[in-house]
């Protein structure tokens, strides 16, 4: 899911399968050169020459100070000359003299750049005193040749996650699965076989030379700090100051990141559920670990026997867990989980839990002259109105899957389906169930890169500061540990004692240290620490 970094609703299950770590349907250059000509690497020239031309950006709601602009990039690297994309970007130009930009990306995968900058452009504004802040939509993503799976979504969705028993079945499950996989390559155009980390990795270096900087400087959340570490491998000699928070495993395959992230999402369910047996009000009471039991039992009964809807669909227990899921992202939305949870318990009420969920996968296709949306040609931008709904998801998993080389066959995955139960269970009783089927969501699809899981190490780079939250329930604090060992001496780390996904907009302290080092190179000690935000 994209970091969090305001309080709003987001789409139903992305906030738990977008933490699960990887991308790419072939493309696999590792690291890439500018230069063409002599035999060796194909000539990317042209694409290098290019200049922003920027623009106030059309559409609704667009800031009066966010400006708009392209870059194009080859569709495949390997065969620059048989086609190319555009993709959108925005900035927001320095306040006073500037010294390049600084390059965003807010996680995912599958977040628009350009519309996160312009709902989230507070949290960036320190940057502009010495920066043009800059995003962009990935190739797939938001405006740029965005993907969709058309009506093979929801099949996916139902095969695996509507129920705490959607896996008694897996043969069954697996089916589905094709099937869905078989729509989405149906579905999202030629974009597809080259979407992914390594080949955005790329796209990134054009747009750094596009906007006229020798080096890139850049900020990742999540997903973005697996870019900005791809980055690194690909072009050391071109990373300028990178701050990468919430920092993604690099190594791990999708069972160990589901099993990783079922028991952070527990430990910060564990948290909320210490804060809230604090409030009187609490509706699970004032004794913690009774609520923990408490918990379960309302999945279980939930997934036993849904209650209805305002929609007229079933709310199951899978659903709540999706739902607590996703308000676990930031420590501001802990009120609003506690009023949903005693609404939900004393009324049996879903209106206020489902504003965690709303938006979900179960949307209908965008449609054109009442015929499904059937994804978009390789190429122009679209307008922002022809986004099709189901583009975060449908890139999401399409980037996750890429990313990844594991591809066991069927027999190898009912066999470790009983194994897997046991050890996602004991990660979490309540996240465990929910995790587990989105280890399944590659199957069917083409094997990823097994780049990023191989290459990206040892890096020769300037020093980057990595920054890992102690409560981060999608990103776990030991996975900054282990990304900075792999990328080496280069990495300098910060140990954000909070809680929620990422640290930047939620911890002064960690926002003050990221921005003295983007702006004036100032790093902290390797090691230091911000205290949570009660301490601050």
């Given amino acids: 899911m994209p970091a969090k970094l305001s309080a709003r609703p987001a789409i139903r299950r992305c906030a738990l399968v ?24 194909p000539d990317l020239s042209r694409f290098y020459r290019q200049k922003v031309t920027w623009s106030a950006c059309r559409g609704e709601g667009m800031p009066e100070d966010l400006q708009c602009g392209t870059v194009t990039v080859p569709l495949d690297y390997a065969r620059p000359g048989s086609g190319t994309l555009d993709l959108a970007l925005a900035r ?42 800059v995003s962009f939509d990935p190739r797939g993503v938001g405006r740029s040749s965005p993907v969709s799976c058309g009506e ?42 080259h979407i992914g980390t390594v080949n955005v990795s790329r796209d990134m270096d054009v747009i750094r030379q596009a906007l006229g ?43 160990e990141q589901g099993a990783a992230g079922a028991a952070g999402q527990q430990v910060a369910l564990e948290d909320f559920l210490d804060w809230c047996a604090k409030d009187v009000a609490c509706p699970l009471g004032q004794d913690a670990r009774a609520a923990r039991e408490q918990i379960v039992q309302i999945v279980h009964s939930l997934d036993e026997d849904p209650v209805p809807t305002d929609f007229g669909d079933q709310f199951s227990g899978q659903d709540l867990v999706g739902a607590i899921g996703q308000a676990l992202y930031s420590k501001e939305f802990w009120p609003l989980l506690e009023r ?23 949307l209908p296709i965008r449609q054109e002259n009442g015929k499904p949306h059937s994804g978009h040609k390789a190429g122009g931008l679209v307008d922002p109105a022809d986004v099709p709904l189901d583009n975060l998801p449908a890139a999401l998993m399409a980037i996750n899957c890429a990313d990844d080389p594991d591809r066991p066959a069927a027999a190898q995955v009912t066999k470790d389906l009983d194994r897997l139960r046991t050890e996602y269970d004991q990660a979490s009783a309540v996240f465990g169930e929910y995790r587990l089927s989105q280890v399944l969501m590659c199957y069917g699809r083409p094997k990823g890169t097994d780049y990023i899981r191989d290459d990206v190490k040892n890096v020769h780079t300037p020093k980057m500061l ?12 030991r996975w900054t540990l282990e990304t900075a060992k792999r990328l080496g001496p280069s990495a300098v780390v910060l140990d954000n004692r909070g809680e929620g996904h990422t640290g930047y907009a939620s911890s002064k302290c960690v926002h003050g240290k990221v921005d003295a080092f983007l702006l004036y190179g100032s790093l902290p000690a390797s090691g230091s620490s911000c205290g949570s935000e009660d301490d601050d």
């Avoid at 628009?112 to 043009?132: C, E, I």
């Avoid at 980055?231 to 300028?240: E, I, S």
Wanted: some cysteine; aromatic content about 6%.
């Fill in 18 to 41: 977008g933490t699960v770590g990887l991308a790419l349907l072939g493309a696999g250059l590792p690291a890439a050169t500018a230069q063409s000509g002599d035999g060796g690497e």
């Fill in 92 to 133: 927001y130009r320095a306040t006073g003299r500037s010294r390049g930009s600084v390059l965003l990306n807010f996680g995912g995968p599958g977040g628009s750049g350009v519309s996160g900058l312009a709902t989230d452009s507070k949290d960036f504004m320190g940057l502009t005193n010495g920066y043009d802040v």
């Fill in 152 to 193: 093979g979504q929801d099949g996916a969705w139902a095969a695996t996650g509507e129920s705490a028993d959607s896996l008694a079945d897996p043969k069954a499950v697996l089916r589905q699965l094709k099937k869905s996989a078989d729509a989405c390559a149906r579905h999202a155009g030629p974009v597809l076989p």
């Fill in 213 to 255: 900087d020798k080096k890139l400087n850049y900020l990742g959340f999540s997903y973005g700090t697996r870019l900005g570490a791809v980055y690194a491998a690909q072009f050391p000699d071109r990373v300028g100051r990178m701050a990468l928070d919430g920092v993604d495993t690099l190594t791990e395959p999708l069972s």
């Fill in 340 to 362: 949903a949870l005693a609404q939900l318990v004393e009324d049996g009420e879903t209106r206020a839990i489902m504003g965690f969920v709303s938006g979900g996968y179960a």
């Fill in 466 to 477: 990595l920054v890992g939250t102690r409560g981060d329930p999608a990103t776990p604090y």
